[in-house]
């Protein structure tokens, strides 16, 4: 089947759906799915847009309201995970997952889903080691730190994911592993993106946690986004065993959707032509998170996963073949994820702005039904019941708190990584800045400007959209330099010429090769689009 796979989206649903839709228009490729890698910005209202990390000035309404409101509804199925620039109090409702809207499903803090046979994976965020071993405790409404430390990764999420058995076919998330870019075209990539330089050589830019999960789920395919450029790596792992076959992850990162920019990739994955085309949930999944269900924590003490150092009676909370088999009887062997989507917020009337309405915690019904239905704690209502007894801590100890945490690790105990620069230390001139000193102090700030009903057609003029054939077809300055030689090997080191549309990639629509006039075009308006100065450099 075809998968579109998309970098950042920055709430530009519309645009991304119309370059989807030009693509089958002039080439007659329409993809069965569509991931999007974080940065999703499932924006419902203006009490959403305060809720979204960024400066006041960048927090627009985009179109997403449209597809939640029922305006519109998204033509191919699209399942995306969070970034770092997301409306974290709508994400937040559906910690395991959920509809965000008709045919446009979120993964959760971190999930693993099924659609044609193929195992799609995700996990959400980026990584902070100073938050990293928290609970999830936000809530909104939400202040300066909370707002940020909400999509940060939790070691939780990376402990359930790590007792997964089964192989994962694909895996997503919004920063990248850390140390992938040893294994692609290095010297590309900083030539690109000079600024990386620094922490590349100090093998400092990524996320560790990702690059753990990379080590032990080695998916078939890992795409990302985050940094806003493109680049391909292919990863041969080691065998754990002489009997185990060896592994390689194909490795996508995406730019973010803007004209002249390489957002968007398609590639062809081998699927069982028997599966049903509904999203499912997935077996083993559903039983690590009832295996692993009495480690919620909903508070902001820091606090380690069990491991096997002889402080913890159980330590591995892998399942076994039986539990799996409880699962499917439990749901009578039909794992097709209900379409349950629910209005749960207002949606954006642009007749009636509603600048001071403030951001409320919701249970989303989605979560009470899947929690009651597979016996799991709701986040949402545990927090909402630490509230009522009182035992969250107050906004005094919270403050102090803060004071006593450095940049390298919590208050209570060091990080586990050596270093954590999973946020630039250099500055991206390609992302939003996020003040230190109050850009981000306002938070009740926003533009509510929609798109226009009728906006140009940019679609026309949009990234460098190729097909990808079996497996990634990566060009050589793509992917390759002469220190890796794995993926030319593999066989897909190149893209080959010819006719037919499974062979050819699509020339870049609009524009010169490299894109320059578009750019320049575009740059006084986007050049400053997500980063930050502070500790999240590279949100």
């Known amino acids: 089947m075809k998968v579109a796979v998309a970098g950042c989206c920055h709430g530009a649903l519309d645009k991304m759906y119309e370059t989807l839709e030009l693509l089958q228009r002039r080439h007659n490729v329409r993809p069965d799915l569509l991931l999007c890698c974080g940065d999703f910005q499932a924006v419902r209202n203006e009490a959403d847009l305060r809720c979204m990390a960024v400066p006041a000035k960048y927090r627009h309404m985009q179109t997403f309201y449209r597809y939640y409101s029922g305006e519109k509804k998204a033509p191919v199925l699209t399942v995306f995970i969070g970034g770092n620039h997301e409306a974290s109090n709508h994400l937040q409702e559906l910690p395991y997952g959920g509809w965000v809207a008709p045919n446009i499903y979120y993964l959760g803090y ?36 909370t707002i940020r430390s909400a999509y940060h990764v939790r070691n939780i999420e990376v402990f359930k994911l790590k007792q997964l058995k089964r192989p994962i076919d694909i895996f997503m998330s919004h920063d990248w592993p850390r ?37 032990h789920l080695k998916p078939t395919y890992w795409f990302s986004a985050h940094l806003h450029v493109k680049f391909a790596a292919f990863m041969q792992h080691q065998a754990n065993s002489k009997e185990e076959l060896p592994k390689a992850t194909k490795f996508l990162a995406l730019d973010k959707c803007l004209p002249h920019r390489d957002f968007l990739q398609i590639i062809d994955v081998e699927h069982d032509p028997s599966a049903g085309d ?21 508070t902001q003490s820091s606090w380690s996963m069990p491991e096997n150092n002889g402080l913890h009676a159980k330590w591995d909370y892998s399942v076994t073949e039986e539990a799996i088999k409880e699962v499917l009887e439990e749901l009578n062997h039909n794992l097709k994820i209900p379409c349950n989507f629910t209005l ?24 009470t039904e899947f929690c009651a239905q597979f016996g799991l704690t709701d986040i949402n209502d545990r927090i909402q019941q630490a509230k009522e007894e009182g035992s969250v801590r107050g906004e005094h100890e919270e403050e102090e708190e803060e004071e006593e945490m450095d940049s390298t690790g919590s208050a209570e105990e060091p990080s586990e990584y050596n270093t954590d620069n999973s946020g630039l230390s250099s500055i991206n001139p390609d992302e939003i800045m996020l003040d230190e000193e109050g850009g981000d102090e306002d938070l009740s700030t926003c533009s509510v400007d929609p798109s226009p009903d009728h906006p140009p057609d940019f679609s026309a003029s949009f990234s460098d959209i190729r097909i990808m054939p079996d497996s990634m077809a990566v060009s050589s300055d793509d992917a390759m330099d002469s220190t890796n030689e794995e993926l030319e090997k593999s066989g897909v080191s190149k893209q080959v010429e010819g006719k037919s549309l499974n062979e050819r990639p699509l020339k ?20 400053a689009i997500y980063a930050a100065e502070d500790e999240d450099k590279t949100e």
Request: charged letters at 20%.
């Open 508 to 527: 870049r629509i609009g524009g010169n090769e490299n894109g320059n006039s578009g750019i320049k075009k575009i740059k006084r308006r986007n050049q």
């Open 110 to 145: 971190a999930g693993v889903v099924r659609f044609r046979g193929v195992r799609i994976g995700g996990i959400s965020g980026i990584f902070k080691s100073h938050d990293y071993r928290k609970g999830h405790f936000e809530c909104p409404p939400y202040n300066q730190q």
């Open 179 to 215: 140390s992938i870019y040893h294994y692609g075209n290095k010297k590309q990539l900083l030539k690109m993106k000079s600024f990386f330089r620094q922490e590349v050589e100090s093998n400092t830019l990524g996320s560790p946690a990702a690059s753990e999960l990379l080590q």
């Open 344 to 367: 749960t917020a207002a949606c954006y009337d642009p007749s009636k702005p509603q600048k001071q309405v403030e951001p409320v915690h919701t249970i989303n019904p989605q979560t």
């Open 278 to 298: 509904s999203l499912e949930y997935d077996a083993e999944w559903i039983a690590v998170l009832k295996a692993t269900n009495s480690l919620v924590n909903v």
